[in-house]
């Protein structure tokens, strides 16, 4: 091929990618199409024609990029530049002032303007930008260190993959901003995840997070993601807030509409006044506005509290509040000794998310409240916190509602529980006693029993802490909504872990009854256990001499197994745990190629007994049958073997060598 027309083929697609990455933008950033559909996709497909035919002169950035690539294993770490900051929530206009108080102490000559912008419910994001490229995007992580996801980031087409046309000179830093997804791709979102059979997503927040935590971009990119940017964190010389959107805008990043310089708190007041009403249209979801100190080098000044810059506020929305009925007050143990009573709601959504619990604090708190078994009570949610309630709706009670007393002794292990003297809160006096609880749940969720995935020591002993569990029957009843407060800490997301929990529904009986923790019941005994009584029902009204009865289980673990079944408190655990849709499983066979093939052993074999053949046989999922026919699939031919060889040959089976068996069986 001539250079003259390598020349203008490589012009062609230099042309057509400028082009379509223009349209794009337009579409993408500025919502404002310049071209029907139609012209956009036939020059992207002419792009993509010419660039899968010359590949050599494919742009590094072309906007045919976007998605590709294979699914990644897992994300990989990245430690941020800057730390990922979060910020401090005010609930109301006096403690927007309380706010403004506290700053203008600290810098009293300085006079005050703010910049106040939409709090996106979405997914925090960090974009690093090298010679104006995209070459890393992450999640927030714990503030230092995040996930790679950049190839997902890719995909969304509001987020720029290169600066260079929009900005000017060579642009490196950081961009923060967040991914949201609207409340109408979110509605048909969960259509089709319904129609899949598929866990719906609670909130727009949760699907964009869930959309972004995908390991296969090209989900993702089905998910039809945006990307509002609100921070740069590398110093350009920018002197306000204001100025740092214009630099955004210039650089080509969404911005969105509702953003207003305030000169004072009335202003900064006045804007929020008018996003709350507006709230219910927009197309996504916000949960209150973010007012920053506009001034940089005053921002700058004011430092940080914690994880949290002093200049800037969340200031929220009022928390939504709902009723709901105490189904039960528990009390739950923590790592201190400590009891906090927690109240089981029926389970109700509030703020975005559906919850099934409420913490009362303490026994004080409960008398304060006068709360009762059965009561129908007004919780809220406030920000980041597990829910409170409120107060309680007297009118409400039928009579039949239950006054809730504090245990005298530990409803954990047992033990004396202690208040003193001008305390408010009862402590277990069992020092081993959190240890205990999360040892127990620890190895309901391990490898040889529920196998939860994912599901580690950090995230149970924190949902025991925070009195989401008691036992391993709780992990069922949890909702996303429970976890979300905490999720920060997890890295999973709440959709994950309430997936693997309700993923795990499904055990054998060995599993289950080895889950139970029972002392001396490990994998070998409780497969013997499940072997003999096939089902629970069955196991738990056996007497010790049943039990004993079973070859390789001796007295004593007789009578732990026994002595185990008979305590109310676990025959509670197995009757809601079976309510809370546990099902056991016939035992899985492994599907190999004797699956569903009917096999006869003749002669001795070398490396296996007969016993031994015919457990593995079933294991396999074969058919152990004793004598030959025309529909048997396979004879073993061993050492010495009998008239059942000869009968093979003449009815024309397959016969096979010990060898050849033993590969069938994967060994
Ligand atoms: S500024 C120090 N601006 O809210 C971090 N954050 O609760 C300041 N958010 O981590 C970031 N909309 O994920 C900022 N317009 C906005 C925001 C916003 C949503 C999120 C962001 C942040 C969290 C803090």
Redesign the pocket.
């Known amino acids: 091929m001539s250079k003259v027309n390598d020349k203008r083929i490589q012009d062609r697609i230099t042309k057509l990618a400028s082009e379509v990455n223009e349209l794009r933008f337009r579409y993408h950033v500025l919502d404002d199409p310049g071209v029907t559909d139609e012209i956009y996709d036939s020059l992207t497909q002419e792009l993509i024609e010419f660039e899968t035919k010359y590949p050599q002169f494919r742009l590094k950035n072309s906007p045919t990029q976007r998605v590709g690539g294979h699914p990644l294993e897992k994300f990989e770490k990245v430690k941020h530049l800057h730390r990922?900051?979060?910020?401090t929530?005010a609930f109301g206009e006096s403690e927007v002032q309380a706010w403004e108080g506290r700053i203008k102490k600290i810098l009293p000559d300085e006079k005050f303007d703010y910049f106040c912008?939409?709090?996106?419910?979405?997914?925090?994001i960090s974009l690093r930008y090298e010679q104006s490229e995209l070459v890393v995007a992450a999640t927030?992580g714990d503030g230092f260190v995040g996930e790679n996801v950049t190839a997902n980031i890719k995909t969304i087409q509001s987020v720029p993959l290169d600066l260079s046309a929009e900005g000017g000179s060579a642009f490196g830093g950081e961009v923060?901003g967040?991914v949201v997804m609207t409340k109408q791709v979110w509605e048909n979102l969960n259509k089709q995840q319904e129609k899949e059979d598929k866990p719906l997503y609670v909130n727009t927040r949760n699907a964009a997070a869930g959309s972004i935590r995908q390991l296969d971009p090209k989900i993702t990119a089905s998910r039809k993601l945006q990307f509002?940017a609100?921070?740069i964190v590398t110093d350009l010389g920018l002197r306000t807030h204001q100025e740092v959107h214009g630099k955004l805008k210039a650089l080509g990043f969404k911005q969105y509409a509702y953003q207003k310089h305030a000169k004072n708190l009335e202003e900064v007041f006045k804007f929020f006044h008018e996003i709350e009403k507006m709230r219910k249209h927009l197309p996504f979801g916000i949960d209150g506005i973010?007012v920053?100190v506009n001034n940089l080098a005053t921002f700058k000044r004011l430092g940080a509290v914690g994880k949290?810059?002093r200049g800037?506020i969340?200031f929220k929305f009022p928390p939504e509040q709902v009723t709901t009925v105490v189904e039960d007050i528990i009390v739950q143990v923590g790592r201190t000794g400590k009891l906090t009573p927690i109240a089981k709601l029926r389970p109700v959504f509030v703020s975005g998310t559906t919850v099934s619990r409420a913490t009362l604090h303490n026994e004080d708190e409960i008398r304060r409240l006068d709360v009762r078994i059965s009561d129908t009570v007004v919780i809220q949610r406030a920000g980041d916190v597990i829910p409170d309630i409120v107060e309680v709706l007297p009118k409400l009670r039928t009579g039949h509602e239950r006054k809730f007393v504090m245990p005298r002794v530990c409803p954990i292990c047992g033990s004396e529980v202690s208040k003193k003297a001008g305390m408010v809160d009862y402590v277990c006096t069992n020092k081993y006693c959190f240890a205990k609880q999360a040892r127990g749940i620890r190895h309901f969720v391990s490898k040889g029993a529920f196998d939860m995935a994912g599901i580690g020591p950090k995230i149970l002993d924190k949902f025991i802490e925070e009195g989401l569990i008691e036992d391993a029957a709780d992990l069922f009843d949890l909702k996303e909504g429970d976890i979300v407060p905490l999720e920060r800490f997890a890295e999973k997301s709440a959709v994950n872990i309430v997936a693997a929990i309700q993923n795990a529904k499904k055990v054998t009986l060995p599993k289950f009854i080895y889950a139970l923790g029972i002392l001396h019941v490990g994998e070998e005994t409780a497969f013997d256990l499940s072997q003999r009584f096939g089902s629970m029902e069955k196991l738990m009204r056996a007497s010790k001499q049943d039990i004993n009865a079973i070859p390789n289980i001796g007295e004593v673990v007789a009578e732990s197994a026994h002595n185990w079944f008979l305590r109310r408190r676990n025959q509670d655990l197995i009757r809601r745990l079976l309510k809370a849709g546990i099902q056991i499983e016939k035992i899985k066979v492994k599907h190999t190629p004797l699956t569903g093939k009917s096999i006869v052993v003749t002669g001795s074999l070398e490396k296996l007994s007969r016993e031994e053949a015919k457990e593995a046989v079933r294991e396999a999922g074969g058919d152990w049958v004793s004598s030959v026919s025309k529909n048997t699939d396979y004879v073993v031919v061993g050492e010495n073997p009998g008239s059942k060889a000869d009968k093979a040959e003449k009815l024309g089976v397959k016969t096979i060598d010990e060898k050849e068996f033993l590969k069938l069986l994967g060994r």
Do not use: I, N, T
């Not at 990922?84 to 910020?87: A, D, F, G, I």
């Not at 912008?117 to 925090?124: P, S, T, Y």
């Open positions: 990922m900051l979060s910020l929530d912008e939409v709090k996106f419910d979405g997914l925090a927030r923060r967040e509002y609100y921070d973010v920053s949290a810059p800037m969340a």
